[in-house]
């Protein structure tokens, strides 16, 4: 398994000693460098790189901006030197959050992670492939139970306005209220009609009832704006099936 990964840092020698880290895995390979968030936007979506190191913090366009910008959806491993960007990267479905300066051991244990996660991911896609093709399924749940504090919660699945990856959780929000599932979002996309609820991202499903409107961008891209003003970008895998509603 060979997986092309691309660097995104400003920095010079962080950008060298992550080569150095890159080139002693023998499953990784660098097809490109970045030192600006503009220049690893285009970067991104013209050679689609598998794994990212992105750095957070950039002049002018952040890693957090370089992520909504993009349509290609690659893995991603962020390097930084402020612990402060955590929370948000791991709200982004990060796969590993890198503080500098970084150890090597370290840094082999978040390559192991991301290659665990491509193959699991891989063999889910695989699964549900193969259950297409035997099982055409009719009639999806209508209700699920949720946990919100010590009690169990009976959750109209009509009520969920969105769905989005947080690690190996779920963040499921309504109009009124957020709840955190245990089940990642690729189980929870089973069980969820696909007419109504479609995936735009890799971390992300929407309930297309509350979507208000679409909007393209010049490079190709989309984005999905929800009625509660809350925006998701579409990644180019998933969207033919935004394209497939447009009349």
Known sequence: MTITCLIVDDEQLARDLLREYIGNEPELKIIGEAAKGKEAVELIDSLKPELIFLDVQMPGMNGFDVLDDITHDPYVIFTTAYDQYAIKAFEKNAVDYLLKPIDQE?????????????????????????????????????????????????????????????GDYT???TKND???????????????????FIRVHRSTIININFLKEIEKHFNGGMMVKMQTGKSFPVSRTYAKLIRRKVV
């Open 178 to 196: 957020q709840f955190v599932s245990s089940s990642g979002i690729g189980k929870l996309e089973e069980i969820l009609n696909p007419e109504t």
């Open 171 to 173: 963040i499921l929000t």
């Open 106 to 166: 370290r840094f082999k244990l978040a390559v192991k992670r991301a290659v665990e996660r491509m193959k699991l991911e891989q063999n889910n896609v695989g699964e549900l492939l193969r259950s297409l093709k035997t099982d055409n399924k009719t009639s999806y749940d209508s209700h699920i139970f949720v946990q919100k504090s010590e009690k169990l919660i009976n959750l109209p699945v009509e009520e969920i306005m969105f769905l989005e990856a947080s």
